[in-house]
């Protein structure tokens, strides 16, 4: 009786490890940790980590390369990991113009990418594919939530971009939904860092708001020299133009900005009233949403990885579009172009025991998927 | 208005200027004197912002900061010229900018490993906050004009420095002939430390004080490094006055092109095709400035030696 006892829980408990965990899964993250823009890549990594050490789950194992915001070091770096280190799936991209340049050579290889920021809309149409996943959104979305807001609030618009793809991209999905005037429609070259001349337009151009789309540096020295500058016209922006990664160095001439994201610190759910606290106890500080995408992306992979072999990728894919899983966003589903469709909100830089933060003001969309979707048949 | 919005843009335009001759004189005084080309001037603008936000972050005063930039950077300056560059002054160009590059990547690297990857923050002292109003209606930065206040003392202080006094005559002899003022007992390793001591105390007061108007981080001196090279280039190499005009060349050029050119292409085509297409010709126009110039005079507007 003993040992059929004993017999009994050796096949229950292996049963049951079987089904936690199909195979061991090797994943390669190459995010952007040197140079100017490393700060985002710090938050994608140390997002994606915190959902992999949360599960405790020991089959996963995480690479992580620095790619220096170089699309050609992006590319060996990637070619690297699936041929000698063989990982099975890939992640971490920040840059748009880097993704680009990984993502169709990986999966004509057969690997699957999951994206945690970039999400250029040439890969959200028609040349989608069945083994690129975005856990973040589509890069018009932000855009497009900031036209809808414009069109309620004010009746003529100054919008500034800077002139690369992504900077057209914002301009063209605030346009989408924006319907009214426009004063001025002005480009800035990439890595700018003196506004003088375009705050001096905005001020002339007699608009009621200006949208501005400037990540990273080029958001902070705009700021700190528009607040400096008199002039009244309030600014508006995609979320990324106050994220919790530059709001510390914008100080507060940041305060009241309005902006648009698909997640805040303050986003009332049981998943995101875990993740912060958990995000800060681990590292000491906020989390952006860089990071909450990257959490978002180990947790789709964690729960896929649950049920499926990662050998098999097409049981492993199937399982990844069902995104089951509890994200600090609240509602979140993959579209048919395996692209998010989730809740778009309104939101506004305050002060919040000293530190500058994001709080959520209203939601501009609901269950907002994007305008490629329906050009993607594969 | 618009007469308003064009001496607004006319200041900017030597407000940048202003910056530039910042970079551009410490740069163009080390070329001068030592006939070395330092790649790793950006870095000292770097070290000069970071020890400025850093200090203004402990103490409370950007005052202090801006006198901690001048002392950080003149002591790195000094530094890396004792380790590293007096090795390369009997060295071709090549050398000289390998080994200047390798230094970009170091202390962009220990910046990191000190500071973190997030930009600093750094704010502008309250006694220049906010904006004045101009003649004609236009309202102006405080800040911004104190820029330019301190680039002209600064300009006005060279002058002298190099005119008028002792260290600028050996400083000016150094230039036109090195062995024959050390064989007339000037200690000319002392004098070259000294001279970039002080080109890299320019640049770190040039960050400091442009740290507070845009972002304190890593790998901010380089794209300042490329304009400070071209200004150099349009002024003469090795000349400081060359530097001065070249620098409040280049600062019109570019920011008046910023913003004419896509409103003289709005007459012509629609306005978000002027918007890309004028900010992209923009961009470009301080480098076509710069090919006329050389086209005209290949050795820029004055060049330092005959």
């Not at chain 1, 729960?303 to 609240?330: N, Y």
């Not at chain 1, 979140?332 to 933060?357: A, C, S, W």
């Not at chain 2, 000292?44 to 005063?61: I, N």
């Not at chain 2, 101009?134 to 600064?154: D, K, T």
């Amino acid at each position: 009786m003993k040992t059929f006892l004993k017999a009994a829980t050796l096949t229950l408990t292996l049963g049951a490890s079987s089904l936690a965990m199909a195979e061991p899964v090797k994943i390669g993250l190459i995010t952007t940790l040197s140079g100017g823009g490393a700060g985002l890549g710090v938050d994608t990594r140390d997002g994606f980590m915190l959902a992999i050490k949360q599960s405790g789950n020991k089959d996963i194992t995480v690479i992580t390369e620095d790619d220096a915001q170089k699309p050609e070091l992006a590319v060996q770096i990637a070619d690297k990991m699936i041929q000698s280190d063989k990982v099975d799936i890939l992640t971490g991209i920040v840059w748009s113009n880097l993704l680009m340049a990984v993502v169709p050579g990986a999966v004509a290889q057969g690997k699957i990418y999951v994206s945690t920021n970039a999400a250029p809309a040439a890969l959200a149409g028609e040349k989608c594919d069945p083994l690129y996943f975005n856990a973040a959104y589509q890069n018009d979305n932000l855009h497009e939530a900031m036209g809808e807001y414009a069109n309620k609030v004010y009746k003529k618009m100054f919008i500034m971009a800077p002139n690369y793809p992504a900077g057209k991209d914002s301009l063209t999905g605030f346009k989408r939904y924006y319907k009214g005037e426009l004063a001025n429609e002005v480009y800035t070259k990439v890595g700018q860092t003196d506004y003088a001349a375009e705050i001096a337009q905005i001020r002339a151009s007699g608009a009621d708001a200006a949208f501005v789309f400037l990540p990273g540096g080029m958001g902070i020295a705009f700021m700190k020299q528009y607040a400096q500058s008199g002039v009244k016209i309030p600014v508006i922006g995609p979320g990324f133009s106050f994220s919790q990664d530059v709001l510390p160095a914008i100080g507060d001439a940041a305060l009241g900005a309005k902006a648009s994201g698909q997640w805040a610190k303050d986003l009332d759910n049981a998943a995101n009233k875990k993740f912060v606290p958990a995000f800060q106890a681990e590292y000491g500080r906020l989390p952006s949403i860089y990071a909450v995408q990257a959490y978002d992306a180990a947790q789709l992979i964690l729960a896929a990885a649950s049920k499926a072999s990662v050998k098999d990728v097409k049981a492993f894919t199937t399982e990844l579009s069902k995104a089951d899983i509890q994200s600090p966003r609240g509602k979140f589903k993959f579209n048919t172009n395996r692209h998010p469709i989730q809740d778009i909100y309104l939101t506004e830089v305050v002060k919040d025991n000293g530190t500058l933060t994001n709080k959520i003001v209203e939601k501009i969309f609901t269950d907002h998927g994007d305008a490629y979707a329906k050009d993607c048949k594969k | 208005m618009t007469f308003a919005l064009l001496i607004e843009q006319l200041l900017n335009g030597v407000q940048l200027g202003v910056m530039l001759f910042l970079m551009a004189a410490g740069l163009t005084l080390i070329f001068g004197v030592m006939g070395l080309i330092n790649l790793a001037h950006g870095s000292l603008y770097m070290v000069g912002a970071f020890a400025c936000a850093s200090v203004a972050a402990l103490t409370g005063s950007f005052w202090l900061g801006l006198v901690a930039s001048l002392a950080a950077a003149a002591a790195a300056g000094a530094l890396i010229e004792i380790t590293v560059i007096r090795r390369l002054y009997q060295r071709d160009h090549l050398d000289q900018v390998l080994a200047t590059f390798a230094l970009i990547l170091i202390f962009s690297e220990g910046t990191r490993w000190l500071f973190g990857s997030f930009p600093l923050y750094l704010d502008i002292p309250p006694l220049l906050q906010g904006a004045v109003g101009l003649p004609g209606g236009a309202q102006y930065p405080v800040y911004r004009l104190a820029i330019i206040l301190a680039g002209a003392l600064v300009a006005f202080g060279l002058y002298a420095l190099i005119s008028k006094t002792r260290l600028g005559m050996r400083i000016r002899a150094g230039e036109s002939d090195r062995e024959m003022i050390a064989a007339l007992g000037v200690d000319i390793r002392t004098l070259y430390t000294l001279v970039f001591a002080l080109g890299a105390a320019l640049a770190g007061l040039a960050g400091a004080m442009v740290g507070a108007l845009q972002s304190v981080q890593v790998g901010m001196g380089e794209p300042v490094l490329i304009l400070a090279f071209v200004v150099i280039v349009i002024g003469g190499i090795g000349s400081i006055k060359g530097a001065l005009v070249g620098a409040l060349l280049v600062g019109s050029v570019d920011t008046l092109g910023r913003f004419l050119l896509p409103q003289a292409l709005a007459l012509m085509v629609p306005p978000d095709q002027a918007g890309l297409i004028g900010g992209a010709l923009a961009s470009m126009l301080i480098y076509i400035l710069m090919a006329i110039i050389l086209a005209v005079k290949p050795r820029g507007l004055f060049p330092a030696q005959a």
